[in-house]
């Protein structure tokens, strides 16, 4: 780089301000600081430097797509890049959510990892339990911190007649409910994506299918298509701010299902090796 090496030293402001200063009129693109400063935390373990003044990439990045609400597929800067307007808002936008970063993070509020949603909004926003102490547990920590949580009993259902009539029931859905698959995916979409139907306010909804395997059993393509359906309509809810959530019970350890909105259905972290589940 012209002009000489960035220093070590500092911190991310004072480095990405380094940066800024070389590179001069030919600007820098965040994906770009992006790259640096993953070089940055080599350079600094090199030289032995406090690690604790790493910058934290993980970090950072899973806080992100909880504030934004869904997982951007090609990296942070990409997405801050995404969303601005120019090269050098897009490192302003970053700077500025670098501070609200750490500003939570100093308040006890910035750890993705301890949040109970944490590796349950990406992918597939559908996540597979086995154990019932664990579902419940994780539908409890939704609620305790903000969550509308509708826990639904999939095991008493045997016909496709059953699900819509409990799924309606638990969502509030209108009348006019046709109780298909076509009319399920319109009004979850309705309670899903737009505050003016969610009556109890608050923007995240987390769905919890308990004993699915039953159902999965009986009707094997509607409680497919249900999981597909509540994928699809939660990343149309992310796209506004909102969450959808779907948990899956399952007595069967080993049940799998087919991918539901473009991306496969997973188990949750902590049953994720099979040897969790036995």
């Known amino acids: 780089m012209a002009g000489g090496q960035i220093r070590v030293g500092g911190g991310v402001e004072e480095f990405v301000a380094d940066i800024r200063q070389r590179r001069g009129p030919e600007g820098v693109s965040l994906r770009d600081v992006e790259a640096m400063l993953l070089g940055y935390n080599r350079a600094r373990a090199a030289l032995s430097v406090d690690a604790e ?14 504030h934004y609400g869904q997982r951007g597929s090609h990296g942070w800067a990409a997405e801050i890049e995404r969303r601005a307007t120019t090269v050098d808002a897009a490192i302003d936008e970053f700077l500025r959510l670098l501070a609200r970063f750490r500003s939570e993070c100093a308040a006890g509020r910035g750890d993705a990892a301890d949040r109970p949603d944490y590796g349950l909004w990406g992918g597939s926003f559908v996540t597979l339990f086995w154990r019932r102490d664990l579902f419940g547990e994780v539908l409890a920590d939704l609620a305790a911190t903000g969550y509308r949580v509708l826990r639904v009993e999939a095991g008493f259902w045997h016909t496709a007649k059953d699900m819509h009539r409990d799924i309606a029931a638990a969502l509030a859905f209108p009348g006019y409910y046709g109780r298909n698959l076509d009319a399920l995916n319109e009004c979850l979409g309705d309670v899903a994506c737009h505050a003016s139907h969610d009556r109890h306010g608050g923007g995240r909804l987390a769905i919890g299918l308990a004993d699915y395997d039953h159902f999965a059993a009986e009707c094997p393509y509607e409680a497919h298509a249900l999981l597909d359906i509540i994928s699809c309509q939660a990343r149309n809810a992310a796209t506004s701010g909102r969450r959808l959530l779907g948990l899956v019970h399952s007595n069967d350890p080993h049940i799998a299902f087919g991918p539901v909105g473009a991306a496969p259905v997973r188990w949750n972290d902590r049953e994720w090796f099979s040897a969790d589940r036995s």
Do not use: G, M
């Open 53 to 66: 003044a790493n910058w934290p990439d993980e970090e950072f990045a899973q806080w992100l797509w909880n």
